[in-house]
């Protein structure tokens, strides 16, 4: 079916993550592609030119989707950028980083590099298939209980994981030096598992990223600092006007990415509650105290 003059629509798919490993791995192979909304779910366009060579490696990708070379095509895809972090250890920039955070912030920070840096050393299918969340919620998967906080340390390129650490550092980094760093892991737990939950019944269980955590600390500052009225959690309004139009915009359809809309908006409502029952627990013992 035709697009305009110079694209075809290759084919249609629902799973958007999916389509953005294959869209990777024929950019690999020197095959223009890119992904649009469509009535059935998310289309690939492709050149007319290179139509016969894209049709050819899309009836690959419909008999195994899941193979290991998309995602390799993804994390190559950044190659630029897999390591770009490291250079912020290096400058000025370093002490000020180390200040402004605390040991859970840097922990965090570290795994996740880690993580992305061995993924990107060809071993991006095995370290997904250990750490993603649970194909099904049964009784023996449910074993592996790590997978209900190990999707969040996932990163799918360079630019993922830079954008993802550099939220973490600025919310998660201030809350920890505030409210110490015993808050900041309840956070970071309780809007991992809730994000990663409401996810995989949103669509399923390929997902992975920081981001859910990062919106659950945006709903934390928001009750904290907006309906409690705590100084400690009050950040720039336009910082959060920011994030909702972020969190709008996925849901729009219009971001040529996959977006993890179920983990964003999870981990967002899970942050707002636990700053609700965080700071009233902390109010009832300020009360007490007198």
């Given at each position: 079916?035709?697009?305009?003059?110079?694209?075809?629509?290759?084919?249609?798919?629902?799973?958007?993550?999916?389509?953005?490993?294959?869209?990777?791995?024929?950019?690999?192979?020197?095959?223009?592609?890119?992904?649009?909304?469509?009535?059935?779910?998310?289309?690939?366009?492709?050149?007319?030119?290179?139509?016969?060579?894209?049709?050819?490696?899309?009836?690959?990708?419909?008999?195994?989707?899941?193979?290991?070379?998309?995602?390799?095509?993804?994390?190559?895809?950044?190659?630029?950028?897999?390591?770009?972090?490291?250079?912020?250890?290096?400058?000025?920039?370093?002490?000020?980083?180390?200040?402004?955070?605390?040991?859970?912030?840097?922990?965090?920070?570290?795994?996740?590099?880690?993580?992305?840096?061995?993924?990107?050393?060809?071993?991006a299918a095995d370290v997904f298939g250990y750490m993603k969340f649970f194909e099904a919620l049964s009784v023996n998967q449910l074993k592996e209980f790590w997978r209900w906080l190990t999707p969040s340390f996932l990163h799918f390129s360079g630019l993922h994981l830079m954008l993802n650490m550099a939220w973490w550092w600025y919310l998660g980094g201030r809350l920890e030096r505030k409210l110490g760093p015993i808050r900041l892991f309840e956070i970071l737990i309780g809007t991992s598992v809730v994000a990663c939950l409401v996810q995989f019944y949103w669509m399923d269980s390929y997902f992975g990223g920081l981001s859910g955590v990062v919106f659950g600390l945006v709903g934390y500052y928001f009750i904290g600092g907006y309906c409690f009225k705590n100084n400690l959690l009050r950040i720039e309004p336009l910082f959060l006007v920011m994030m909702c139009l972020s969190l709008l915009l996925g849901f729009s359809g219009l971001m040529n990415v996959p977006v993890a809309n179920g983990a964003h908006l999870g981990g967002l409502l899970a942050g707002m509650l636990l700053a609700l029952l965080n700071l009233r627990r902390d109010k009832r013992a300020r009360l007490a105290a007198y």
């Open positions: 079916m035709e697009n305009n003059d110079h694209l075809i629509v290759l084919g249609t798919h629902s799973n958007l993550e999916l389509l953005q490993g294959l869209v990777d791995y024929l950019q690999a192979q020197n095959i223009s592609a890119s992904i649009q909304p469509d009535a059935n779910g998310w289309r690939v366009q492709v050149s007319r030119k290179t139509a016969e060579r894209a049709h050819q490696c899309w009836m690959v990708f419909l008999e195994e989707p899941l193979h290991q070379r998309y995602r390799q095509a993804s994390w190559a895809s950044n190659k630029s950028l897999d390591f770009s972090l490291l250079g912020l250890m290096s400058s000025s920039f370093n002490s000020r980083m180390f200040q402004d955070t605390g040991w859970v912030t840097w922990a965090v920070m570290v795994i996740c590099s880690l993580v992305f840096g061995v993924s990107a050393l060809g071993l």
